[in-house]
């Protein structure tokens, strides 16, 4: 279920939040897990036995580390290979026999498998849940339940921000929400709705018309057109999950993690991943990037594990070659930043528009790779891209075909890319007038939303498919 449909918005949430607080506090969480039980069923009832073993694996395997300190490795083990021995299945075992067959020319047949929704997500949160428990981070919960809270609160079961344990630990037992907190909850879930229906789906419907043909159909203008309008789009529809997923939080007094802090301001790509799906980078830096050493063990080593988690970053979005080299071309250009020192700040306004307009750039072709279909379409747009394809005399221009309000659509999506609006929020908290002209605004925004989604068809968010 769409966090921006119909279904969700006038029928799901009101019931959910009007019954959360009906109820006594001592209920809250029983009702929680229900209600996210409830929203995973409405969109893949059949999937739910796996995600219920991974909450008891994992309940388990926790209570185990604790039990028999001796074996607490042993138990560690198992519990990760459960829980990524799953993600594997679901996720890579079709990659796997599909390369097999391609290197050693073999014949195994596909095996008829559907990606469940959200794994790649509850898995993690999950296994940082065990992780947490065998460093001694976090005490073993000894309510189900409440695990199991942890691992489907429906606001971020889909599509994240990825929450690790220790960070919300104490939200699950003893939380309390304030008016103030609940209205910053609702104007945050707005905002993102917004993001999400007046612009996202908007500059999709561009993208759309230029990726849906071929490279050769297009020139080197309209091919940088369409690679800017979808950096826009995939940060705008990626962003606004996330705000809606941390405004759902509050509505329920959770704090979610942030998860994108305007990356397009960055003046390197080390920068970005700072400011770029910032759950999933620290994850993989926390259980990952630290026990494989870090930057503990020379620069070397350093470079070396940046590549590796560059490239399971690169993997855990799909299995598929585009993602992998994805990966791959991040690590590459955060190592080559650190032989180069480009990503450490220095004084000078030719030095830093220098570095801001070179991120902007592997930026853009960083981000097409999760566009383009195929390795063979992604190479023949990126020629084209550089001028060096060879096209057709008459190519297409999408230029002719943008209407007013999508051209208003793009400058919105450009000027909010930067924290211009965050500040005039920030100033609405301190000034009067400034807040109640924002509060207009939100309703606004609202009703907009609610007519755009009225009038439009079907349009899951990017992140759906990792």
């Given at each position: 279920?769409?966090?921006?449909?119909?279904?969700?918005?006038?029928?799901?949430?009101?019931?959910?939040?009007?019954?959360?607080?009906?109820?006594?506090?001592?209920?809250?969480?029983a009702f929680l897990l229900l209600a996210s039980i409830v929203f995973y069923?409405?969109?893949?009832?059949?999937?739910?036995?796996?995600?219920?073993?991974?909450?008891?694996?994992?309940?388990?395997?926790?209570?185990?580390?604790?039990?028999?300190?001796?074996?607490?490795?042993?138990?560690?083990?198992?519990?990760?290979?459960?829980?990524?021995?799953?993600?594997?299945?679901?996720?890579?075992?079709?990659?796997?026999?599909?390369?097999?067959?391609?290197?050693?020319?073999?014949?195994?047949?596909?095996?008829?498998?559907?990606?469940?929704?959200?794994?790649?997500?509850?898995?993690?949160?999950?296994?940082?849940?065990?992780?947490?428990?065998?460093?001694?981070?976090?005490?073993?919960?000894?309510?189900?339940?409440?695990?199991?809270?942890?691992?489907?609160?429906?606001?971020?079961?889909?599509?994240?921000?990825?929450?690790?344990?220790?960070?919300?630990?104490?939200?699950?037992?003893?939380?309390?929400?304030?008016?103030?907190?609940?209205?910053?909850?609702?104007?945050?879930?707005?905002?993102?709705?917004?993001?999400?229906?007046?612009?996202?789906?908007?500059?999709?419907?561009?993208?759309?018309?230029?990726?849906?043909?071929?490279?050769?159909?297009?020139?080197?203008?309209?091919?940088?057109?369409?690679?800017?309008?979808?950096?826009?789009?995939?940060?705008?529809?990626?962003?606004?999950?996330?705000?809606?997923?941390?405004?759902?939080?509050?509505?329920?007094?959770?704090?979610?993690?942030?998860?994108?802090?305007?990356?397009?301001?960055?003046?390197?790509?080390?920068?970005?991943?700072?400011?770029?799906?910032?759950?999933?980078?620290?994850?993989?830096?926390?259980?990952?990037?630290?026990?494989?050493?870090?930057?503990?063990?020379?620069?070397?080593?350093?470079?070396?594990?940046?590549?590796?988690i560059f490239s399971f970053m690169g993997i855990w979005h799909g299995a598929?070659?585009?993602?992998?080299?994805?990966?791959?071309?991040?690590?590459?250009?955060?190592?080559?930043?650190?032989?180069?020192?480009?990503?450490?700040?220095?004084?000078?306004?030719?030095?830093?528009?220098?570095?801001?307009?070179?991120?902007?750039?592997?930026?853009?072709?960083?981000?097409?790779?999760?566009?383009?279909?195929?390795?063979?379409?992604?190479?023949?747009?990126?020629?084209?891209?550089?001028?060096?394809?060879?096209?057709?005399?008459?190519?297409?221009?999408?230029?002719?075909?943008?209407?007013?309000?999508?051209?208003?659509?793009?400058?919105?999506?450009?000027?909010?890319?930067?924290?211009?609006?965050?500040?005039?929020?920030?100033?609405?908290?301190?000034?009067?007038?400034?807040?109640?002209?924002?509060?207009?605004?939100?309703?606004?925004?609202?009703?907009?939303?609610?007519?755009?989604?009225?009038?439009?068809?079907?349009?899951?968010?990017?992140?759906?498919?990792?």
């Amino acid at each position: 279920m769409l966090f921006s449909s119909t279904t969700f918005l006038f029928i799901f949430l009101p019931i959910v939040v009007g019954v959360y607080y009906a109820l006594p506090q001592k209920a809250h969480n029983a009702f929680l897990l229900l209600a996210s039980i409830v929203f995973y069923a409405l969109g893949e009832p059949k999937y739910l036995p796996i995600m219920f073993a991974i909450i008891i694996i994992n309940y388990f395997g926790a209570i185990y580390i604790t039990k028999y300190e001796s074996k607490a490795k042993f138990w560690l083990i198992l519990t990760l290979i459960a829980n990524i021995g799953t993600l594997f299945y679901f996720k890579y075992f079709n990659f796997l026999i599909e390369n097999l067959n391609r290197t050693l020319n073999t014949g195994f047949s596909l095996w008829d498998i559907a990606l469940p929704l959200g794994i790649s997500f509850y898995t993690f949160q999950a296994t940082s849940y065990t992780i947490d428990v065998y460093r001694k981070q976090v005490e073993p919960q000894k309510n189900i339940y409440r695990l199991a809270l942890f691992i489907c609160l429906f606001p971020q079961l889909i599509a994240g921000p990825i929450v690790k344990y220790h960070d919300i630990a104490n939200q699950l037992e003893n939380r309390h929400t304030t008016i103030d907190e609940f209205y910053y909850g609702l104007r945050r879930f707005i905002i993102g709705l917004a993001k999400k229906v007046l612009i996202a789906n908007i500059l999709g419907d561009i993208t759309n018309l230029i990726f849906d043909l071929p490279p050769t159909e297009y020139g080197t203008g309209t091919a940088w057109f369409g690679a800017i309008i979808f950096t826009l789009q995939f940060y705008f529809d990626f962003s606004s999950y996330a705000d809606m997923a941390i405004g759902l939080g509050h509505l329920f007094g959770f704090t979610i993690m942030e998860n994108f802090n305007y990356p397009y301001i960055s003046k390197s790509m080390s920068e970005t991943w700072r400011r770029w799906h910032i759950s999933l980078a620290t994850w993989f830096k926390d259980y990952l990037y630290i026990p494989l050493g870090g930057s503990r063990k020379g620069d070397l080593r350093k470079n070396l594990n940046i590549l590796i988690i560059f490239s399971f970053m690169g993997i855990w979005h799909g299995a598929d070659w585009v993602y992998i080299i994805s990966g791959v071309y991040n690590g590459l250009l955060v190592v080559f930043e650190n032989i180069t020192k480009l990503n450490k700040d220095k004084q000078g306004f030719f030095y830093n528009a220098f570095r801001h307009i070179y991120t902007l750039i592997a930026i853009i072709f960083g981000v097409i790779w999760f566009r383009t279909k195929t390795l063979a379409y992604s190479k023949a747009f990126i020629l084209n891209m550089l001028g060096l394809l060879k096209t057709n005399g008459t190519s297409y221009n999408i230029l002719h075909y943008l209407d007013r309000i999508e051209i208003l659509v793009i400058i919105i999506a450009i000027i909010c890319s930067v924290p211009l609006f965050k500040n005039i929020l920030s100033w609405g908290e301190k000034h009067k007038y400034i807040g109640a002209a924002v509060d207009v605004w939100i309703i606004i925004l609202l009703i907009l939303s609610c007519m755009q989604i009225a009038a439009s068809t079907y349009n899951p968010f990017i992140y759906f498919r990792f």
